[in-house]
């Protein structure tokens, strides 16, 4: 057994500074130990007790007549490095150390935290600032919680690892509360050594849990987590993460649009995106997404039947579903006539949808023969069951019909409970039947299991490209030109220019590019152009010195710089204007792909996808990434429109991405906006470009 399985696991169990006094924190991990059927070996320490109920109480470490498998630590932060120490050196696997005062204190913290990272060794470490662990699975509580005090859990499928002591009890209760079975709940705090990733691998390899839900703070190691959510798609075992912090400002870019536009939160989408988690959206998706997945029904469409014995509800779960992107059609022929063949008499409206049997009273027959046809039915790819006032006074009854027709198929079924009748909600979901108590968490539960049939993790770096040679390149911000040479040794194609630094300069380069071009100014200190007249697009080489001279004079009144270059460059037209950049931050290196020019961060139409730990992004990704942007039907041939040049665009996507990967930590900033795509066969075009270099 590794250190894991004997931590989840232990025949053994150490409690460091064990009360008496059940009533107390410190007292509490020997109760719930007997209270809920630990069938191994318990040894309380405590100097000044002998026995602790009819357990016999050890002076110290040092006495315990065995090696624990695990030791959780009760004292406060002074002291619990002493005990991890010790531990460590009797041989025990990990120690779980509860107290807080380290590194969310401050620098002292922080000194505590490594004084305990050193005396742990070899030994792993859950917390410190931790409740604990419970293994449902196998009735092993190791945690103070006041959430324990609970006589029963419905003990299922699904694994909780959270890195919020007190969240981890709030889920436990509720989850109780609702009848959601679950297997292991653990707490990893500060992390100081186990982390989210160490569980969310063990649970890929547990036989009891079939869905992992998270609650996250940080991912303090992002290969380490991309890994272990990998190994839980190739297990089969969705990964369900509520990540806090979605309010929090990104890391602003210096000097390009990409860094508004990415952002922390859009960097954990696209990291839980490309490694198959599902996000949620809400605390209580965290619990309503995991049980509708741990039933383990596969949802491969977004056709959904409703059956309800009350219409107003019917209406409320039909209505939440349309907005969300599923359909509620009508029963095909067939469907209804069978469905109008369960009649007796004119109560039920049975050919619609909902399907609407409010007045036929609570006949389990009909509900069955309902339930069945609907399941049968090609029509619908899903079933929601409305529970209704009329079932409360026999809920047995109306669980036991619905549970009987379970067999008939592998299609998902829920149910949305309309009154408030938690206990009802709680017998359904024990038979098979996620329950819900609002018409949004049904909603939530379908669009989980409609993920979790798509999703493919996407970390597939494109094939190895040859190393571009890189010698002197400058550092700091390059100016607009330096910067589309540089993406042009990647194989970006770029526009034609030329440097001019007066006007008969410029109109002689205006005649070698032929036809109308476009003036900029060419600076370093100045990106955003446009923004101080540095800009003028359709001139001709007859208007192009007059023009000069006077962007020159208007940017100097607007920036208080005269600027000494221009760059005069073939004006693109007849082409869709994307933004192309790539993002940087403690997640990784993301390439961003939008709506480009100046409305960029006005309509924030993006995508994103983070680099693969080797090499830039692949075909499938880059192609990926285009479609799914709203601007995409203009580049697909929207409304007559010419159907742009995708796979040029796709080329360049993935040398941009080349570039970023082979530069790694040297590259700061990157962005080409804009980059346009042009009709079919005619290539593409960066126009704009910013590079910082470290």
Not at 368 to 383: M, N, Q
Request: hydrophobic residues 45%; negative net charge; contains cysteine.
């Amino acid at each position: 057994m590794n250190a894991l399985s004997r931590l989840l696991k232990p025949q053994s169990v150490a409690i460091i500074g064990a009360s008496a006094d059940a009533s107390k924190t410190a007292g509490r991990p020997v109760s719930y130990l007997l209270k809920h059927g630990f069938a191994g070996r318990i040894y309380p320490v405590n100097p000044k007790v002998d026995r602790i109920g009819d357990l016999p109480c050890y002076p110290d470490i040092a006495a315990l007549p065995g090696v624990p498998d695990v030791g959780i630590v009760l004292l406060g932060a002074e002291r619990a490095h002493i005990a991890v120490r010790e531990l460590a050196e009797r041989g025990t696997a990990a120690a779980i150390v509860l107290a807080s005062g380290y590194t969310e204190t401050g620098a002292e913290g922080a000194r505590r935290q490594q004084q305990l990272i050193e005396a742990a060794g070899r030994m792993r470490i859950l917390g410190p600032n931790t409740i604990g662990l419970v293994n449902l699975t196998d009735n092993i509580v190791l945690s103070a919680t006041g959430a324990l005090e609970m006589e029963h859990f419905p003990v299922g499928g699904i694994g909780v690892v959270s890195q919020s002591g007190g969240i981890l009890g709030a889920l436990l209760s509720r989850a109780a509360a609702r009848g959601i079975g679950l297997s292991k709940l653990i707490s990893t705090s500060n992390e100081v050594d186990l982390e989210l990733a160490d569980f969310i691998d063990h649970l890929a390899d547990d036989e009891a849990t079939k869905v992992i839900a998270l609650y996250v703070e940080t991912v303090r190691n992002p290969d380490k987590f991309r890994n272990a959510c990998l190994k839980a798609a190739r297990a089969g075992k969705p990964v369900v993460a509520f990540k806090i912090g979605r309010s929090e400002a990104g890391a602003q870019a210096a000097v390009s649009h990409t860094g508004a536009l990415a952002g922390a939160d859009r960097m954990y989408d696209a990291l839980f995106k490309q490694v198959g988690v599902i996000r949620a959206q809400t605390f209580s998706d965290l619990l309503d997404m995991p049980a509708a997945l741990a039933t383990g029904r596969k949802l491969h469409g977004r056709r959904v039947a409703i059956l309800t014995s009350t219409g107003g509800a019917g209406t409320l779960v039909s209505d939440d579903l349309g907005l969300a992107g599923f359909d509620t059609p009508a029963p095909d022929a067939a469907t209804a006539e069978a469905l109008r063949a369960l009649q007796t008499g004119d109560h039920a409206v049975l050919d619609r949808n909902p399907i609407d049997v409010t007045l036929a009273g609570l006949k389990p027959d009909l509900l069955r023969g309902a339930i069945k046809v609907l399941l049968a039915s090609p029509s619908y790819d899903a079933l929601t069951v409305i529970v209704g006032s009329s079932s409360l006074a026999m809920p047995e009854l109306l669980a036991g019909a619905i549970e009987d027709c379970l067999p008939h198929s592998d299609k998902p079924v829920i149910a949305y409970v309309s009154p408030h009748a938690p206990e009802v909600g709680a017998l359904l979901t024990q038979r098979g039947v996620p329950a819900f108590a609002a018409a949004e968490s049904c909603t939530a539960a379908l669009r989980a299991m409609l993920q979790a049939a798509d999703l493919q993790p996407q970390l597939e770096a494109s094939a190895p490209a040859a190393a571009v040679p890189l010698e002197a390149l400058p550092s700091g911000t390059l100016d607009e030109h330096q910067a589309k040479q540089l993406f042009a040794r990647f194989g970006v194609p770029c526009a034609g220019e030329r440097i001019a630094a007066t006007p008969a300069e410029a109109e002689a380069a205006a005649r070698e590019l032929g036809g109308r071009v476009v003036l900029k100014i060419l600076s370093a200190e100045i990106t955003h152009k446009s923004d101080v007249g540095g800009v003028a697009v359709n001139l001709t080489p007859e208007s192009i010195g007059t023009r000069l001279l006077a962007m020159a004079s208007d940017v100097e009144a607007k920036a208080g710089v005269q600027p000494r270059r221009f760059l005069v460059q073939e004006m693109v037209a007849g082409g869709t204007e994307l933004i192309l950049g790539m993002h940087r931050d403690a997640l990784g290196t993301a390439i961003l792909l939008g709506m480009g020019g100046v409305t960029a961060e006005l309509f924030k139409d993006t995508t994103m996808r983070l680099l693969p730990p080797e090499g830039g992004l692949s075909r499938a990704d880059a192609l990926a990434m285009a479609q799914e942007l709203k601007t995409w039907p203009l580049l697909d041939g929207f409304r007559g429109r010419p159907k742009a040049d995708v796979p040029a665009l796709v080329d360049a996507i993935m040398a941009f991405s080349q570039m970023a990967a082979q530069l790694g930590e040297r590259l700061v900033e990157a962005e080409i906006n804009p980059v346009f795509v042009l009709p079919q066969g005619q290539g593409v075009r960066a126009a704009d470009g910013v590079v910082v270099l470290a």
